[in-house]
């Protein structure tokens, strides 16, 4: 459970944009421990639009011509400073692609703006959050392939969560418990992916069959520890539109999915990777419903090994292709 936090100051936004609500606000729910945004001015945000904006970027000028992967800011913010702040990745200049379409060489340009936008907004906020929500059927609205990141002035639940556990475990003397999950997954019947500088494995835990968290090796708290030019990015550019293609060839269509990636400036903490993939079957999704929402309580309709045993036989297949 989370502690309660000193209230950010200026914890209700006042509102600068036309046409957009004046009530963002975070609020503190003491009966969970966790905080709320409110963000009314995300209503009316473009939906399914036409128009690309983000290809507009281009064709406007706003980004010099020629560029392939651009940060810009949302055009809908749900926090603005000192609250929040929200920015959108764009990861292609190619309208029509994914992320799974993507070359290694293109998703070493994502992991520069994932980079990027740590270095940034990490000396002005709390967490760093980056994301990609892929699917119509989970709330993407706009389809040129992208991402998102909130600078927050507070912690959300997950991270508070996480952290504490790596106090706990350090403060019993057992060290960083992220650096000790990728080593005893390694060996074990949940691994996905073993690389020379990333390990990938369904968590034992997993709320989702089709899970994966992406652990570096190398002990390091966020994405500006990680090695951007080299062969660590190398590596997690090759392997994350990989693991997308397997959940596409699971589902036998583009499966819906989260990418989150966790971080923190506190040297404690391990950076990873979430993958959320909401498929459980060719054109089943596994919804969160009363269980997951009312009570945070999740069921997993699969056991880690079978579909981690299964992930490996898609990614081989795959690179046999
Ligand atoms: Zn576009
Ligand atoms: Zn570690």
Redesign the pocket.
């Known amino acids: 459970m989370a502690r309660e936090p000193e209230r950010p100051e200026g914890a209700a936004v006042p509102d600068v944009a036309e046409g957009e609500s004046r009530d963002s606000r975070l609020v503190w729910n003491p009966f969970l421990g966790e905080w709320t945004g409110l963000a009314p001015g995300r209503m009316s945000r473009r939906e399914l639009t036409t128009e690309?904006p983000?290809?507009a970027d281009l064709t406007s000028g706003r980004v010099p011509p020629g560029t392939r992967a651009w940060v810009r800011p949302n055009d809908f913010p749900a926090f603005r400073p000192p609250v929040g702040e929200c920015l959108i990745l764009i990861y292609s200049d190619q309208?029509d692609r994914t992320f799974a379409d993507l070359a290694v060489a293109d998703v070493v340009r994502v992991i520069g703006l994932w980079r990027q936008v740590y270095r940034d907004l990490a000396p002005k906020y709390a967490a760093v959050m980056s994301w990609e929500t892929s699917g119509a059927a989970i709330g993407q609205t706009q389809f040129?392939p992208h991402g998102q990141t909130y600078g927050l002035s507070i912690m959300p639940d997950t991270l508070v969560r996480e952290l504490a556990y790596v106090e706990q475990s350090q403060a019993a003397g057992r060290g960083c418990p992220f650096c000790a999950e990728l080593r005893a997954e390694l060996d074990g019947p949940r691994l996905v992916h073993a690389g020379a500088h990333w390990v990938g494995f369904v968590p034992a835990y997993a709320r989702y069959p089709y899970q994966v968290r992406l652990t570096p090796r190398r002990h390091t708290s966020a994405m500006d520890g990680v090695d951007g030019e080299g062969e660590e990015a190398v590596e997690l550019a090759g392997i994350l539109p990989r693991l997308v293609r397997a959940y596409n060839a699971a589902f036998q269509a583009p499966m819906p999915y989260m990418l989150a990636l966790h971080q923190l400036g506190d040297a404690r903490f391990h950076v990873h990777f979430e993958l959320l993939p909401v498929g459980r079957a060719p054109g089943k999704l596994k919804l969160a419903a009363s269980s997951e929402m009312a009570w945070d309580f999740w069921v997993n309709d699969s056991l880690p090994e079978a579909k981690a045993a299964e992930l490996r036989d898609l990614l081989a297949k795959e690179r046999a292709e």
């Open positions: 690309c983000f290809c309208h040129h």
